[in-house]
């Protein structure tokens, strides 16, 4: 079955440190897989695109890695702000398919 | 570019009422998507066209929901008749169509059926 999976479900870190967010799938065939950032009361925003061949790319403070022999992604934020307070959704494409994650829950604390 | 737009932003609405959300998509975009997000499901993709046409509706949930795209710039998801549980907020996305084709989302439609 064709699931995505995110972990922490929530996480609460202080202003100004780093975190990792974990996705792991079991999509096949695997297309590529995004990370999105939703704020409260807003639509979802694309972080980063990855295929294949990619296992890592970056979006200003945002990383995310790929290993997609063990069918794991990681978003890597560093420097935390404030704003980065949102949920953040991990999505992978198969075969014309997106099978969405249900999300990691993040709060920034001053 | 004003991104995708949605109407209404809130719908509040009594059972077996017939519901119409609205999505104007981004100009040039070629491919549109319907998804609903409720908190105890996550995100959903309901139905998505590629120029105009419907590709995939296996998502929607019942005969209850219907989709049309009459032309590139317009789209409706009408429900009817509307159920409580159909209470959640429905999205309206946009992409060009490519391997990436990364999906511009709008701000979405609260509705709440009482």
């Known amino acids: 079955k064709n699931q995505v999976e995110q972990s922490p479900q929530s996480l609460i870190i202080l202003e100004g440190k780093n975190c990792t967010l974990q996705?792991?799938?079991?999509?096949?065939?695997?297309?590529?897989l995004r990370w999105y950032k939703q704020d409260t009361g807003r639509g979802p925003v694309s972080l980063t695109i990855?295929?294949?061949?990619?296992n890592t790319k970056s979006n200003g403070r945002y990383t995310a890695t790929l290993d997609a022999d063990t069918k794991q992604s990681s978003l890597h934020i560093t420097a935390s702000q404030l704003s980065d307070s949102a949920s953040y959704i991990c999505?992978?494409?198969?075969?014309?398919?997106?099978?969405f994650g249900t999300g990691t829950r993040l709060l920034v604390s001053p | 570019d004003a991104g995708v737009i949605q109407s209404p932003r809130h719908e509040v609405t009594e059972m077996g009422q017939e519901v119409t959300l609205r999505c104007k998509p981004i100009?040039?975009?070629?491919?549109l998507f319907w998804y609903r997000q409720t908190m105890m499901r996550g995100l959903e993709l309901l139905i998505y066209?590629?120029?105009?046409?419907?590709?995939?509706d296996s998502g929607m949930p019942e005969d209850r929901f219907s989709a049309k795209m009459p032309n590139a710039s317009f789209s409706t998801l009408k429900i009817q008749p509307s159920e409580p549980r159909d209470s959640a907020v429905y999205f309206c996305?946009?992409?060009?169509?490519?391997?990436?084709?990364?999906?511009?989302f709008g701000p979405g439609t609260r509705l709440t059926v009482l």
């Open positions: 996305a946009s992409s060009v169509s490519g391997s990436t084709d990364t999906q511009y």
């Open positions: 996705c792991n799938y079991t999509v096949s065939p695997f297309s590529n």
């Open positions: 990855m295929t294949f061949s990619e």
């Open positions: 999505v992978v494409k198969g075969f014309q398919k997106l099978v």
């Open positions: 100009s040039g975009h070629n491919s």
């Open positions: 066209f590629n120029n105009n046409v419907p590709i995939d």
